[in-house]
């Protein structure tokens, strides 16, 4: 069982900066595939960025490249989202994500997540 803990989100104005992260309890947290969702207010939920068990292979949605950087910090079992140029777009509830394996897009691959963090960008 992995458990998931998120934090960092809040307030921000347009064009500000955030940076979530992501704090796992897996022991084997080099292991997992890891991912960044969000989900909107009547939305469903979409990817956000994804980063390879080793770090080497990252993914963005289009909304988000250019503008988002998702890392990785093995030793201290954490997942970072670095959000800047932030839109009011962006707004949502962001979830980080677990998965044992290879990078994966794909909301269905994930097998754990943690309660989400609110990111709110006032326009």
């Known amino acids: 069982q992995v458990q998931l803990v998120e934090s960092g989100g809040g307030l921000v104005q347009a064009g500000g900066s955030l940076r979530l992260s992501c704090a796992a309890s897996?022991?084997?947290?080099?292991?997992?595939?890891m991912g960044w969702f969000r989900q909107a207010p009547g939305k469903e939920r979409e990817f956000v960025a994804a980063i390879r068990w080793g770090g080497g292979t990252t993914g963005y949605a289009n909304s988000v490249k250019g503008r988002f950087t998702i890392s990785r910090d093995n030793a201290k079992n954490t997942v970072y989202l670095q959000m800047n140029s932030l839109k009011h777009e962006d707004t949502a509830v962001y979830y980080c994500?677990?998965?044992?394996?290879?990078?994966?897009?794909?909301?269905?691959?994930?097998?754990?997540w943690g309660q989400g963090t609110q990111v709110t960008v006032s326009s």
């Open positions: 897996a022991r084997t947290f080099s292991s997992y595939t």
């Open positions: 994500a677990a998965r044992i394996g290879t990078y994966s897009g794909s909301i269905y691959s994930y097998d754990y």
